[in-house]
């Protein structure tokens, strides 16, 4: 949410901190105890040993709005903004009996990224500090919605509002497209037929696109945080310390987001102005004991997330008179207990051992409505225990050998009860049809209670815990050469407490990892390394049978079953997961017929789900998948002169995934860093480089559809392409067509280049002048291959003999994705004194980039999604800023 | 004794680099840190040398009340040929006992034997068998201290040391979806620690997760409704350091979600043939305009369209992330 403190361009700054600026700003004019009289020192030598102050004073101009070029910088806005900048310290000399000593910052003082510092302390005594700290971050300038209300929790449409449809096609059906007049107007094939639109259907959409787009209007959505921390530490005695910190960040603003509703014919979405209204707190504390040989931590961390927001609720652009809700992030909090202790056995023989334990809760009240029938409890009363235990043993047994053995526990602990929850889909009506009996038996529910279209769910608390074990040794060969050793092995677990089946794709996984890094550097002018690491992760067992965990019913046999068998036991019995056989239509009959009707894979409806939530058969999730990992790293450092220094960098990365037949499959990364730094002179500089990124992901599926007894589309029998020739062997071989498997080929290829060049002390070191370039060319491809049928539209009952029935539609690459960007950015200083000067900075940011993505954005683009014209980022802006700073 | 009233001995008391403590007890009973001892260094080291050191009094290192507080001689020795001026192998003058930098300076373990005679603990207490120590990083590497400010601990300038080593990660940072790094809005050190730590990457938490919840509270939950890789790791589906999709994804949607999910429209080819100009379906290879829609699940949002809260969701309606 948009409040008044953010509204404004500068904004404001806490009235606390001023009043603490302004406290310790009034400090500065004081000199410190045991301080001289500035006129007793050298100015020369106190430039170079006492502390000094400065501030900075300015304005700058922006040539171009631009929420890209500004997103993190401040620098949206077209027109003239604040420079501002102080640095004040004050304090004891270095040669004081005291040791006091502040600090006062403060930067971007005109822009929303102000941050402001203080620190106040006795140096071996304690130390204060406060911060303020300002954050925007753009999320788009192009957001365009119909929708009231922005910035709140409840979206509503105005009352003109005129539900779009092409009426050529349907005079009912929504259809987002009709907003625009081209589409409107245009043929369409309706019924195998050109048709063009009467004047009645241009009439009707002339109407309704001059009653709609006025009322969209745009939006400029973005976040902001301000983030406040106060701390303080104290040194108790020489060997004990006390750490306190405590911060709050507010959060608020707008950001795009996408929203669901049921609609006649199928679902619709909006990109919503979600409101942002959050406050995050967060303590941190710690007492300390060091000593030669010992140390010892006893720590504490609490963060509590406040929502302000507890859900969005929006009308449906289909069907104005429904509106539906959507949660938002909620409130949860965690508090953790960390110990560390460190014990030197000998000068070369160390043990640390960390021990943590986190317990987060979260109870925020459920959102329930008539989509919603069956809740069992108002609130989740949800309690994840983190444990983690570290151990770690480094000794150096000779001078040229080190080692070390490390052991790590890492456990979530999900102690959220499962529970079985039943609601309807994006606000969908309840159908008439009750579930089966034996499901409301088994839920415990009266018979009326749910209906066919209810989604019957149980939660899946994933809980997940950690062993590992590293053991690495570096041995170097004299002076020159090094080699190091480092193996791993990791075990991870993972599970759901309470749910009626293992939950999860992979209960067990292990790892083991090898790597072999040899460094050198013969001379202090050359420096090189280069490491290979091979990672190998095995799977137990793959459980293709994890989703039924979330659909409780898979385990209940539907009173049309025979034998008392259930979707989970019939599948045992066969021994298939949910995609069920690998084979052809064929009719099916009893249970069969009931589970897996006509060989295709598990029917939802025996679980009682909206969507058939099985994969395919060698579906292999990547996170948990069996995989191999080969890691290459290399540098070198070399510099030929005292002028010049080269290195160059490689990084290799490839991720294989040998049992998974769809998924991910490969991942390869590897990039070549080249730089190079020429020092001309003492005042002159210039380091160039550039980095080359290929990244690459490979990966399989399959768009099977349903095996049918049909023959022909309309009585067409034909199909165009493909692996089958008619639609009746089409449709009898969906799980098992060939052609139905796709893949994709994704690749960025991503060049930086980048060049800085420092010359000082011109025009009698008066003037200093950098200038950094950075330009970066990314290209993203996505070769698809594959393809899938798709019924003709000329197909008709009347269409005449030999018409095609339906085509194969090979898959086609995407269109690259390209961004460009330029930044230069030009720093001068010219000295007025040897206590001032003016700084002159320009800014030239260019950025093209087009991404496909956004053609869906617009009007005319998808048809069940409401545009919100959103754009590519796309900018050339300048900036100039000319500012006195002066130092005291 | 005031030496500022004489400039020269001034001088000649403030030099060389004090980073911390002595490297040993040895050194400890000879080092000698108060500006008297300092002025063994300063004789020959004044402010006119290459690389400037005298700013090091207005740094924490040179404030002398402090007990603690080191002279030059605590972290370079004595240094007792380099004083006398000794032509070492090289025939040229013998270098100090110890010397500070990433290359053609003192082991990096005797380095950091000596700053951690004082910096032992905390951050630290880690940092052997750290990633760094192991591959002989020292802290002159990283941190700059004979001038007033040094650079890796303002997060305006600390992604440029980092940099400076991690160049894939430098090159990410300029790509579209990003941390707010370049902006000086945020440090590496906000999210790793250097030193060493218990979590992967040197994250400054136990976990990926952990680390990430500092800042994204909202995603830790837990919700009634969880998403099983993101409870598992973040980095699963995020790249943290950029990424050419936005919201710093590892891949574009929906085939970053593709490669879970193959049930239902999870199922379906999504390719250029899905476009609105996309010859999804042929008409005498035309597709009349008011067909040509796009696939939802491959434009705009694409999977998020609809499926928005994939972090998790807290609705009893909310199994499929859409509410």
Redesign the interface.
């Known amino acids: 949410m948009i409040t008044n403190r953010t509204v404004t361009r500068c904004g404001t700054i806490p009235v606390g901190l001023l009043l603490l600026g302004a406290s310790l700003c009034a400090m500065a004019a004081e000199p410190a105890k045991d301080q001289p009289a500035k006129d007793q020192i050298d100015p020369a030598v106190a430039e170079l040993t006492q502390l000094s102050s400065f501030f900075e004073l300015g304005a700058g101009w922006v040539s171009d709005d631009s929420f890209k070029f500004g997103e993190y910088n401040g620098l949206q806005d077209k027109g003239v903004y604040g420079v501002g900048s102080f640095d004040l310290r004050g304090g004891a000399r270095y040669d004081s009996s005291d040791t006091t000593r502040w600090r006062i910052t403060g930067t971007d003082l005109g822009l929303d990224t102000r941050a402001i510092t203080a620190e106040y302390g006795k140096q071996g005594k304690f130390r204060l500090n406060l911060a303020f700290d300002d954050l925007r971050r753009n999320r788009s300038d192009s957001y365009q919605t119909p929708y009231l209300g922005v910035g709140g929790s409840v979206l509503t449409l105005p009352a003109g509002w005129v539900v779009p449809t092409v009426p050529v096609l349907s005079a009912t059906s929504p259809n987002a497209r009709g907003l625009s007049g081209a589409v409107a107007s245009s043929s369409a094939l309706v019924g195998g037929v050109l048709t063009a639109p009467t004047p009645a259907q241009l009439a009707t959409s002339s109407a309704l696109i001059a009653a709609d787009l006025p009322l969209f209007r745009h939006y400029d959505l973005y976040t902001k945080r301000e983030r406040f921390e106060v701390g303080g530490s104290f040194l108790l005695t020489p060997k004990w310390e006390l750490a306190i910190t405590a911060r709050r960040e507010n959060k608020d603003g707008t950001k795009p987001m996408g929203s669901v509703s049921r609609s006649t014919g199928g679902d619709i979405a909006a990109i919503l102005a979600d409101p942002i209204d959050q406050t995050t707190d967060q303590l941190s504390a710690s007492v300390a004991f060091h000593s030669h040989a010992n140390s010892l931590q006893l720590g504490y961390y609490g963060s509590k997330f406040s929502n302000n927001i507890a859900s969005l609720t929006w009308t449906n652009w289909a069907q104005p008179a429904t509106s539906m809700t959507m949660s938002s992030a909620p409130g949860n909090q965690a508090h953790q207990l960390t110990l560390a202790a460190r014990h030197d056995f000998t000068s070369k023989t160390r043990l640390v051992v960390t021990g943590s334990y986190i317990r987060n809760t979260q109870n925020a009240a459920y959102i329930v409505d008539a989509t919603t029938p069956l809740v069992p409890v108002p609130s989740l009363d949800g309690l994840v225990v983190t444990k983690a235990f570290n151990l770690k043993l480094t000794s150096r047994p000779r001078r040229n050998l080190s080692v070390d053995l490390g052991y790590k526990f890492d456990e979530r602990d999900n102690r959220t009860p499962v529970r079985t929850y039943a609601y309807y889909d994006a606000n969908d009506a309840a159908s008439a049809t009750p579930i089966d009996a034996a499901f409301s038996a088994a839920l415990g529910v009266p018979a009326t209670l749910l209906m066919s279209n209810v989604n019957v769910n149980a939660s899946r608390p994933y809980s997940r815990r950690l062993n590992e074990l590293t053991a690495n040794a570096d041995l170097h060969f004299g002076a020159t050469q090094a080699l190091r050793l480092a193996l791993g092995s990791q075990d991870l677990h993972r599970w759901c407490d309470g749910s009626w089946i293992d939950c999860m794709d992979a209960a067990n996984t292990k790892e083991h990892s090898a790597g072999l890094e040899w460094r050198a550097s013969p001379n202090p002018r050359l420096n090189a390394r280069l490491g290979y690491t091979y990672t190998r992760r095995t799977v137990d067992a793959y459980n293709e049978n994890a989703f039924l965990a979330l659909v409780p019913l898979a385990n209940v046999s539907p009173s049309t079953a025979t034998g008392g068998e259930s979707a989970y036991s019939f599948m045992l019995a066969n021994g298939w997961n949910g995609f069920g056989p690998a084979a052809g239509y064929a009719l099916t009959t009893g249970n069969m017929n009931l589970f897996f009707p006509l060989n295709n894979a598990l029917a939802n409806s025996t679980y009682q789900n909206g969507n058939r939530i099985s994969e395919l058969l060698g579906m292999r999730r990547y996170n948990m998948a069996d995989r191999n990992r080969d890691r290459v790293r290399g540098s070198l450092d070399w510099e030929p002169g005292e002028h010049l220094s080269l290195q160059g960098n490689v990084d290799y990365h490839q991720d294989k995934f040998p049992d998974s037949r769809y998924g991910l499959i490969d991942a390869r990364d590897w990039a070549l860093s080249l730089d190079g730094t020429y020092t001309f002179s003492e005042n002159m500089s210039l380091t160039l480089f550039a980095t080359h990124e290929d990244q690459r992901a490979r990966s399989n599926g399959n768009t099977y559809v349903t095996n049918s007894a049909a023959t022909s589309v309309n009585g067409n029998t034909i199909v165009s392409g493909g692996c089958f020739a008619t639609i009746a062997l089409r449709n009898a071989s969906n799980k098992i067509d060939p052609c139905l498997d796709w893949s994709t080929d994704m690749g960025n290829k991503i060049n930086v280049f980048g060049a800085t060049i420092d010359r000082k002390n011109l025009r009698a070191s008066h003037l200093d002048v950098g200038a950094q370039l950075v330009v970066s060319r990314a290209r993203s491809d996505n070769a698809v291959a594959g393809g899938n049928y798709s019924n003709s539209p000329l197909a008709v009952a009347t269409a005449p003999p030999g018409t095609i029935a339906a085509y194969y539609i090979p898959a086609a690459p995407l269109p690259t994705v390209v961004t460009d960007s330029l930044e230069l950015r030009v720093n001068a200083r010219y000295a007025l004194s040897a206590f001032s000067m003016l700084r002159l900075q320009y800014i030239y940011g260019d950025m093209s980039s087009n991404d496909y993505a956004y053609q869906g954005m617009q009007i005319g683009g998808l048809s069940g999604v409401l545009p919100s014209m959103e754009t590519a980022p796309h900018y050339i802006v300048h900036v100039v800023a000319v500012s006195y700073a002066h130092r005291f | 004794m005031?030496?500022?009233k004489k400039?020269a001995p001034?001088?000649g008391a403030?030099m060389l680099g004090m980073g911390f403590a002595v490297a040993n007890a040895q050194d400890a009973a000879v080092a000698d840190r108060t500006?008297a001892g300092d002025q063994v260094c300063t004789r020959c080291h004044d402010?006119t040398v290459?690389k400037?050191i005298?700013?090091m009094?207005?740094t924490?290192h040179?404030?002398?009340?402090?007990?603690?507080?080191p002279g030059c001689q605590s972290c370079h020795g004595p240094s007792v040929a380099h004083v006398k001026n000794v032509a070492g192998s090289g025939k040229r003058r013998t270098p100090p006992d110890v010397t500070f930098g990433l290359?053609?300076a003192s082991?990096a373990?005797v380095q950091a034997g000596v700053c951690l005679g004082c910096h032992?603990?905390?951050k630290r207490?880690?940092w052997?068998?750290s990633q760094h120590e192991?591959?002989?990083i020292p802290c002159a590497g990283c941190h700059r201290v004979h001038i007033a400010a040094d650079p890796v601990l303002t997060k305006?300038t600390q992604p440029e040391v980092c940099f400076a080593?991690h160049?894939?990660q430098?090159?990410?940072a300029?790509?579209?979806s990003t941390h707010?790094l370049?902006?000086g809005?945020m440090g590496c050190t906000d999210c790793h620690n250097p030193h060493g730590s218990?979590g992967p990457h040197l994250l400054v938490r136990?976990?990926v997760n952990?680390t990430c919840?500092?800042c994204h509270?909202?995603?830790?939950?837990?919700?009634?409704?969880?998403h099983?890789?993101v409870?598992?790791?973040c980095t699963?589906c995020h790249t943290p350091h950029g990424s050419?999709?936005a919201s710093l994804l590892?891949?574009?949607v929906p085939?970053l979600c593709?490669?879970?999910?193959?049930?239902?429209?999870g199922?379906?080819?999504?390719?250029?043939?899905n476009?609105?100009d996309?010859?999804?379906?042929?008409?005498d290879g035309i597709n009349?305009?008011?067909?040509a829609?796009?696939r939802?699940q491959?434009?705009?949002?694409?999977c998020?369209?609809?499926?928005?809260?994939v972090?998790g969701?807290?609705?009893?309606?909310?199994?499929?992330f859409?509410?």
Not at chain 2, 62 to 69: I, N, P, Q, S, V
Not at chain 2, 217 to 226: M, Q, S, T, Y
Not at chain 2, 304 to 309: D, I
Request: proline share 5%.
């Open positions: 005031n030496i500022l400039r001034w001088l403030i500006l402010e290459a400037p005298l700013a009094y207005k924490p040179g404030l002398k009340a402090d007990e603690r507080t290359h053609g082991d373990s032992e603990g905390g207490t880690l052997m068998g192991s591959q002989d305006a080593c160049k894939t430098r090159a990410q300029h790509l579209i707010p370049a902006a809005k218990t136990n976990s952990e919840y500092t509270a909202e995603k830790r939950g837990p919700f009634l409704w969880e099983s890789p409870t598992d790791d699963n050419t999709t590892k891949a574009r085939w593709q490669e879970c999910h193959s049930g239902d429209h199922a379906q080819v999504d390719s250029g043939a476009l609105q996309g010859a999804f379906t042929t008409v009349p305009l008011a067909n829609a796009a939802a491959l434009a705009a949002r694409a998020l369209n609809c499926h928005v809260l972090h969701s807290n609705h009893p309606a909310g199994a499929k859409q509410r």
